[in-house]
C-alpha cells in the first residue's frame, strides 16, 4: 500500500518535473539582468494574486539556473523533485549524500517570493551557519536576502534579531528558533518583539526534530525554585524498595508507581497517615521522581557524570546535551541518585514541545533520509505525507543479514573476528555501539587485538569532527555511540573505493528500524561501495523490554555459553523474534509522543491565549479600562465575604488599594454590602488619580495601564507554567486511585486555568494602585510591587 501511494505521488510529482525541464533551454538563453527581473516578476504575480503553484515550474527553473550560474551546481531531476514535495509541505525522503542542501533553495525560493520569510531549521548550529554562507551568494544574486539565525553571540539586542528575522531566508537551528519564540513573548513592549509571524519552514532531518525529539519540551527558566530538602530522603527510600511487590511498571516499562503496599511502606517511613493529601502533594512529588530515576533511567543511556556534573544524553546520537536539564526537579532526582552537589530547581517561565512549535506553521516540510517507516506518524501528527525520491545513483552498498546470537559477550566477539578479518584487509570500518559503556568494552576489545581505533562517544565529542574526517580512510577503525544525526560525511579515502568502501558494524538491534537505516546509510553514499552488518543478541535492550516471554525462557535456559564457540541462532523464528521487538519499540515511542502531544493539549491552548492577549497588549493603542476591573475585583470580594468585619477588610484594603489609608473604618456600616463597595471605590480612585497625577501626558498613563496588565498577566502565567510542569510529572501516580492521568491532568489544569485568571485582575489591581511612581532626570521609574 505505502509504496502505491509512493508511486502515485513521484506520478504526479514527475508531471511538474516535466513542466520545470520543458522551460531548461528558454531560461539558459536569459541574461544574468533578465534572470534576476525574474524575481520582482513574480512577486508582482503573488500580489495579483497568482497561486504559488502556478509559478512552481518557472521560478523553480530560475533558481535551477541561478544556482548553476553562481554555485556552479545544477540540481539533478531527482532534486528538484525533493524541492516539488517539499514545496508541497511534505516530507522528501532523499538517502544521505543525494544533495539536500541544493534540493532545499528551491522551494525556499519560491516560498519567500511571497515576503513573509522562510526558514531551513537544522539540529547542527555548525552545518546551518555553513550552508548559510554556502548559498547566500545564489539567494542575493536573484534579489532576496539570506542569514544565519543561531549565532554564538548570546544576549542580542532585539533590534539586531528583528533585523536577523526580517531576512527573507533564514538558516538556523531547531533549538534556537524555539528559545527565541518563547522569548520574543516574554518581550514587554513592541520595541523587544522581532519575530514575525510564522510562514514556512523546511527541517532538515525530519524525523529526529519531529518524532525523536519531539516531546523534549524547550523551557525558559526563570528565578530558582525553594530549593526542597526530600531529594535525598526520597532517593534512600525508593532504594528499600522490592520490584513487584512495592512498585510496578507500565507493560511498556515507561512508567513506575508504588503499588498499594509501597503506599503504606511510604506511609510507615515518613510517619504519615495519607500520602494523597494536599499536605503532602510536594513528598509525594519527590518519591515519584525517585522512582523514576532510579528505575526507568539509566546512567550511559540517559546521562553520564562528568566533573561531579549530571549531564544528559541526546538518545539519537549519544552526544552530550550541554546545558539542557530535566525539568520539574527531574534533573536534582538524578543528582540525588548519582550523590552529586544538587543544583537549584528553577521555575519556568515558558515552555514549547517542538511538536506543538512546528505545528503553529501554516506549511512545514521535511528532509530525512529514513522518514517512510514512519508516514502514520507524520500524517496524524503533522498532516505530511512522506514521499521516497529515487537516487541519482543507483545504491552499490550490500546490506547483509543480521547475525544473532544468544548473549551479549557471544556477539561482541563473534562481531570482532569480523572486524579483525575486514581490518586486515584495509577496508575502514565503523562499529557502533547504542551506549557509552559497550563502546568502551569495545574499544578494551580492540586494544587486546591491537587494532589501533578511535572512540567517539559522550566522552569524547570535542575532537567529533576530526575522528569523522579519518573514519573513511584505508586501515580506519572508529567506534562510535549511535551515529544517526551526526550530520557530518564520511568520505572514503584513496583506495578505499577498491577494498569495498566503508564496512559499517552494528553491534546491537536497535530501539527503532530508522535508527538501523540511519546507520546502514553511514555507508555506500552517493554510488558509492559499502557493505553494513547487524550483530544482535536475545540479549539487547530491545528485545528484553519488547520480547516475547519464550524468548526470555529461551534465554534463561541458555544463557551459559562457551567463551570459544559463539551459537549463532539461525532460525526464523528468532528473527522473526528480534523485528517484532523493534517494531513494538518503534509503536511504544509513537504512542508515547501521542500521549504527550495529549498531555500537552492544556498547556498549548492556554499559550496561545495568553501570548495572543499579550500581543494585542502590545500593540494596542490605549483604551485599557482600568475602572472597570478595579470595580468588579472589589465587587468580588464583597460578595465573598457577606460577614465582614473590621480586620478583613483593613487587610484587603493594605493588601490591595493603598498603603496610606487614613481612614475610619469603624465608621463603615459592614453591614451594608453597597456602603462597603462604595468606601472601597472611593479609596480605589482616589489612589488611581494620584498615579494619574504623577505622569506627565496621556501616553505616559496608557504605557503605565498597560505595562501593569502585561506584568500581571506574566507573573501568573509564569506561575502557571511551572505549575503545569509540576502537575505532569505528578499526576501518574493517581492512577493507583484508579483513575485516569490524562482526564486528572487536563481537569487541574482546567481548574488552575480559572485560578490564574482571577489571580491575573487580582494582581492588576495591586499593579496598579499599590506601585509606586518616582521622578528622575531621565524621567518616571515605576516601581511595581
Avoid at 518535473?17 to 531560461?27: D, F, I, M, P, Q
Avoid at 576530526?466 to 573513511?472: N, R, T, Y
Avoid at 559499517?504 to 555507508?523: N, P
Amino acid at each position: 500500500m505505502g509504496l502505491s501511494m509512493n508511486v502515485l505521488a513521484l506520478r504526479k510529482v514527475k508531471k511538474i518535473l516535466k513542466k520545470v525541464n520543458a522551460l531548461k533551454e528558454s531560461v539558459a538563453q536569459l541574461s544574468d539582468e533578465e534572470l534576476q527581473a525574474k524575481t520582482p516578476y513574480f512577486k508582482q504575480k503573488i500580489k495579483e494574486g497568482v497561486s504559488l503553484d502556478k509559478l512552481l515550474p518557472e521560478a523553480f527553473a530560475v533558481m535551477r539556473e541561478a544556482d548553476k550560474r553562481v554555485l556552479g551546481l545544477f540540481p539533478f531531476d531527482v532534486q528538484v523533485m525533493g524541492g516539488i514535495v517539499l514545496h508541497q509541505g511534505n516530507v522528501a525522503e532523499m538517502k544521505t549524500g543525494e544533495g539536500k542542501t541544493l534540493t532545499a533553495t528551491l522551494p525556499l525560493y519560491l516560498n519567500a517570493l511571497t515576503g513573509k520569510g522562510t526558514f531551513l531549521v537544522t539540529t547542527n548550529g555548525y552545518l546551518a551557519e555553513r550552508d548559510c554562507e554556502e548559498l547566500k551568494p545564489v539567494y542575493q544574486f536573484m534579489g532576496l536576502s539570506c542569514c544565519f539565525g543561531a549565532p554564538e553571540e548570546e544576549n542580542l539586542k532585539p533590534a539586531v534579531k528583528r533585523r536577523i528575522y526580517d531576512h527573507d531566508i533564514v538558516y538556523t537551528t531547531n533549538s534556537a528558533l524555539g528559545f527565541d519564540y518563547l522569548i520574543d513573548n516574554l518581550a514587554k513592549d513592541k520595541e523587544s518583539k522581532y519575530m514575525r509571524p510564522f510562514n514556512y519552514a523546511i527541517i532538515d532531518e525530519a524525523d529526529q526534530v519531529l518524532l525523536d525529539t519531539a516531546q523534549m519540551p524547550l523551557i525558559i527558566a526563570g528565578a530558582p525554585r525553594v530549593q526542597s530538602n526530600q531529594y535525598g530522603t526520597a532517593n534512600t527510600f525508593v532504594t528499600t524498595l522490592k520490584k513487584d511487590e512495592d512498585y510496578e511498571f507500565n507493560e511498556e516499562e515507561t512508567n513506575v508507581w508504588l503499588t498499594e503496599d509501597g503506599v503504606k511502606r511510604a506511609q510507615a517511613y515518613y510517619g504519615i497517615e495519607n500520602i494523597f493529601t494536599e499536605e503532602h502533594h510536594e513528598l509525594l512529588q519527590h518519591i515519584v521522581l525517585a522512582l523514576r530515576v532510579n528505575y526507568l533511567l539509566k546512567r550511559g543511556d540517559d546521562y553520564v557524570v562528568q566533573d561531579g556534573e549530571v549531564k544528559l544524553l541526546d538518545k539519537n546520537n549519544g552526544r552530550v546535551m550541554e546545558g539542557n536539564k530535566l525539568e520539574s526537579g527531574m534533573h536534582q532526582a538524578i543528582e540525588a541518585k548519582e550523590e552529586v552537589e544538587i543544583t537549584p530547581a528553577m521555575r519556568a517561565m515558558a515552555s514549547v514541545t517542538y511538536q506543538n512549535f512546528f505545528r503553529m506553521f501554516p506549511k512545514i516540510a521535511g528532509m530525512t533520509g529514513t522518514g517512510k517507516v514512519a508516514e502514520e506518524e507524520f500524517i496524524n501528527t503533522y498532516y505530511m505525507k512522506v514521499v521516497q525520491i529515487p537516487t541519482n545513483r543507483p545504491v552499490q552498498r550490500i546490506d547483509l543479514p543480521d547475525r544473532i546470537y544468544v548473549t551479549l559477550p557471544e556477539k561482541l566477539l563473534a562481531s570482532l573476528e569480523v572486524v579483525k578479518k575486514i581490518h586486515a584487509t584495509g577496508q575502514p570500518l565503523l562499529i557502533a555501539t547504542a551506549n557509552v559503556e559497550i563502546s568502551e568494552i569495545y574499544s578494551e576489545l580492540l586494544l587486546r587485538e591491537k587494532i589501533p581505533h578511535n572512540v567517539l562517544n559522550a566522552n569524547n565529542v570535542p575532537k567529533e569532527a576530526e575522528i569523522i574526517k579519518e573514519a573513511g580512510q584505508k586501515d580506519a577503525v572508529t567506534v562510535a555511540t549511535l551515529m544517526a544525526g551526526r550530520g557530518t560525511d564520511i568520505k572514503l579515502g584513496p583506495g578505499v573505493k577498491e577494498l569495498g568502501g566503508l564496512a559499517v558494524i552494528g553491534t546491537e538491534k536497535l530501539a527503532s528500524k530508522r535508527d538501523d537505516l540511519q546507520l546502514r546509510g553511514r555507508s555506500g553514499r552517493q554510488g558509492d561501495p559499502g557493505m553494513s552488518l547487524f550483530f544482535t543478541s536475545i540479549e539487547d535492550g530491545v528485545v528484553i523490554k519488547h520480547g516475547l516471554t519464550w524468548v526470555h525462557r529461551y534465554y534463561d535456559k541458555n544463557k551459559d555459553f562457551d567463551w570459544d564457540q559463539p551459537r549463532l541462532l539461525t532460525k526464523h523464528k528468532f528473527r522473526r523474534a528480534l523485528e517484532n521487538a523493534q517494531k513494538a519499540s518503534d509503536n511504544e515511542g509513537q504512542k508515547g509522543r501521542e500521549t504527550s502531544l495529549e498531555f500537552d493539549e492544556s498547556l498549548r491552548m492556554q499559550r496561545e491565549i495568553i501570548y495572543q492577549q499579550r500581543n494585542e497588549l502590545i500593540n494596542a493603542q490605549g483604551g485599557y479600562d482600568v475602572e472597570k476591573i478595579i470595580t468588579d475585583q472589589i465587587e468580588q470580594f464583597v460578595s465573598t465575604h457577606p460577614k465582614l468585619d473590621a480586620f478583613t477588610l483593613s487587610h484587603y484594603i493594605f493588601s490591595n488599594l493603598t498603603y496610606h489609608y487614613q481612614g475610619d473604618i469603624t465608621q463603615v456600616d459592614l453591614t451594608n454590602a453597597n456602603a462597603v463597595k462604595e468606601h472601597l471605590l472611593g479609596i480605589a480612585r482616589e489612589e488611581l488619580a494620584l498615579k494619574k497625577g504623577q505622569l506627565a501626558s496621556q501616553a505616559e498613563v496608557a504605557n503605565f495601564y498597560r505595562t501593569a496588565i502585561l506584568r500581571a498577566i506574566d507573573a501568573c502565567w509564569i506561575e502557571e507554567v511551572d505549575n503545569l510542569q509540576q502537575l505532569r510529572t505528578v499526576v501518574s501516580s493517581r492512577s493507583l486511585a484508579q483513575r485516569q492521568p490524562m482526564y486528572e491532568y487536563h481537569k487541574e489544569a482546567f481548574r488552575s486555568y480559572g485560578k490564574m485568571k482571577a489571580d491575573v485582575y487580582q494582581k492588576i489591581v495591586k499593579n496598579l494602585l499599590l506601585s509606586s511612581v518616582v521622578k528622575t532626570k531621565k524621567g518616571n521609574v515605576i516601581y511595581f510591587v
